[in-house]
């Protein structure tokens, strides 16, 4: 189990560093900084789906959601605004032209 945990856990900490960057992004869409902004608040929101009070399960689902809310935000995210767009020059747009 440690074996598959530990893989997912770094590439967690990777989506929220991309979030991070493509949240303060010009070319991200306002829906992905608002699902980003729900995301947090979730995370910090006595309201949950299971209280926290709860002693394990409360925790479960900040365990379990927040990564797939992370996730699925990230896998939504327009190609300029990704971490590693800025970092290696400009995008390629795609378009060719004929000499």
């Known amino acids: ?35 980003t902004l729900f995301t947090a608040f979730y995370l910090f929101n006595p309201f949950d789906i299971v209280p926290d009070f709860i002693p394990v399960l409360g925790w479960v689902d900040d365990i379990i959601l927040v990564p797939l809310m992370v996730s699925w935000i990230v896998s939504r995210l327009p190609v300029p605004a990704r971490v590693y767009a800025g970092k290696y020059g400009k995008t390629v747009d795609g378009t060719a032209r004929r000499m």
């Open 1 to 35: 189990m440690m074996n598959k945990l530990l893989p997912r856990l770094i590439l967690f900490r990777k989506e929220v560093v991309q979030l991070w960057k493509a949240f303060w992004a010009a070319e991200t869409p306002f829906y992905l900084k608002a699902a």
